[in-house]
């Protein structure tokens, strides 16, 4: 039986990106093969990492294309064949029509235990900061569908990081990406792609 197609978003680093290349290369990841990586930043370093492993990519920028973003998104998709997108540090908020035009079909990490810490405005760095300035003990990382509320899908898994004495936003960051992230968006994928391939309940 084909593999799913994964199109994975991206914006900066691309951490979680190489750690779903890693489980490809592993097979931890082997109901899906990464088909395509969009960036919405030319610069991102995860275009690097795309390249490097030869995951043909594209740069989709919101100055260009304007009200046209998401159509050309949708347009590179639809090309490549794609049923199953991964948010992996894409720092754009997607449209209801999109997401219900994909519904059931993107997921995305997000750096704390949903319903904490999430939503429009928390993203990278200022979810650890939220964190840490509450004072919470515990902090972590969710994958999740993604509908029309920003990190308000259905939750797929989440694992649970420690906050220790001393704490700065990066190195929290560091250790949820670590503990957290790289691990958990490699097998919620994989699940879902195994779900879709046997065509399981989602
Ligand atoms: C990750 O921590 C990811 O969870 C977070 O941005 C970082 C991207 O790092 N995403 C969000 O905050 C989305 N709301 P990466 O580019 O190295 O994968």
């Not at 197609?5 to 990841?29: E, F």
């Not at 395509?36 to 991102?44: F, K, Q, T």
């Not at 999109?98 to 997000?110: K, M, P, Q, S, Y």
């Not at 429009?120 to 994958?143: M, N």
């Amino acid at each position: 039986m084909s593999k799913i197609k994964i199109c994975v978003l991206v914006s900066g680093g691309g951490t979680n990106l190489q750690a779903l290349i890693d489980a490809q290369n592993s097979g931890i990841l082997m109901s899906g093969e990464i088909a395509l990586v969009i960036s919405n930043r030319a610069d991102a370093f995860a275009l690097e990492r795309a390249k490097k492993a030869g995951i043909p990519c594209e740069v989709v920028l919101k100055q260009e294309y304007q009200e046209c973003f998401e159509a050309r998104i949708t347009e590179l998709l639809e090309q490549n064949g794609i049923d199953l997108i991964i948010l992996a540090g894409f720092m754009c908020i997607l449209s209801a029509d999109f997401t219900a035009r994909f519904h059931n079909r993107i997921i995305n990490v997000h750096p704390s235990l949903i319903p904490a810490f999430c939503g429009k405005g928390f993203y990278g760095l200022k979810v650890h900061q939220a964190a840490l300035d509450y004072g919470v003990k515990v902090t972590g990382a969710t994958v999740h569908f993604v509908n029309e509320i920003p990190d308000g899908g259905k939750i797929i898994m989440q694992k649970a990081v420690e906050i220790k004495e001393g704490d700065t936003p990066e190195i929290l960051q560091r250790r949820v990406m670590e503990q957290a992230e790289w691990h958990l968006l490699p097998a919620a994928a994989e699940l879902v792609c195994r779900k879709l391939r046997n065509g399981e309940e989602l």
